[in-house]
């Protein structure tokens, strides 16, 4: 019960903080002022940091939840143990998207301003 409350508070904040902070990186570096060119790289570490974590904890959330009910099948029916392999593994494709999204944001060129 606990958990679907904080996931029910929980979700909607995460998806908008993964609409709002690539729109932040896009929106510093086109207002950055002479000489303030730091701005839009703390912006895109800000939007690469986001990314990143989001999708890692999205990764752990799932693996979790896997894992668990993995264990269980495992005990009573051995022969699926490639599928929970399998199973298993798939969530991490989630953290790797999140890594390279979070180095093109990163590699996004900086436009001086003027």
Do not use: C, D, H
Request: proline letters at 6%.
């Amino acid at each position: 019960m606990i958990e679907n409350r904080l996931a029910r508070r929980l979700a909607p904040g995460a998806v908008l903080a993964l609409l709002v902070t690539p729109s932040t990186a896009f929106a510093a570096e086109a207002a950055a002022s002479p000489g303030g060119e730091w701005q839009s790289y703390a912006a895109k570490a800000f939007a690469a940091g986001i990314a990143m974590g989001m999708s890692a904890l999205g990764a752990g959330y799932a693996q979790a939840k896997i894992g668990s009910a993995g264990a269980g099948t495992l005990a009573e029916r051995p022969e699926v143990s490639t599928w929970i392999l399998l199973l298993q593994a798939l969530p991490e494709i989630i953290a790797l998207l999140g890594f390279v999204a979070a180095i093109m944001i990163l590699n996004m060129p900086v436009i001086p301003a003027g």
